[in-house]
């Protein structure tokens, strides 16, 4: 899938399992308001210093899923890219 519309495909990373003395119902899940993510493709209009292969933080409220042919992607909007991690 190649984004377009100053988009990026990113593929979110999992939450960390953290240890909690308060019960909550099983289906329950509390959402930071910022994730990680690897950047899988870039629109050829993104103006954001990204590249395919990059790890962000962006803002988890902004991100975009979209299931297609019982596949999931994710993608955000350039503008809720936060940082880039280098190495």
């Known amino acids: 899938m190649l984004p377009l519309n100053r988009h990026i495909l990113i593929k979110l990373h999992e939450e960390e399992k953290k240890e909690t003395s308060v019960l909550v119902p099983e289906d329950y899940k509390q959402r ?3 994730a990680k993510a690897d950047v ?14 990059d790890k962000i933080l962006l803002n988890n409220s902004m991100v975009e899923e979209i299931s297609y042919d019982n596949l999931t992607y994710s993608l955000i909007l350039q503008n809720y890219v936060l940082a880039v991690f280098k190495n």
């Not at 899988?40 to 292969?53: Q, R």
């Open 32 to 34: 930071s308001p910022y």
């Open 40 to 53: 899988l493709a870039i629109a050829s209009d993104c103006n954001v210093d990204v590249k395919v292969g």
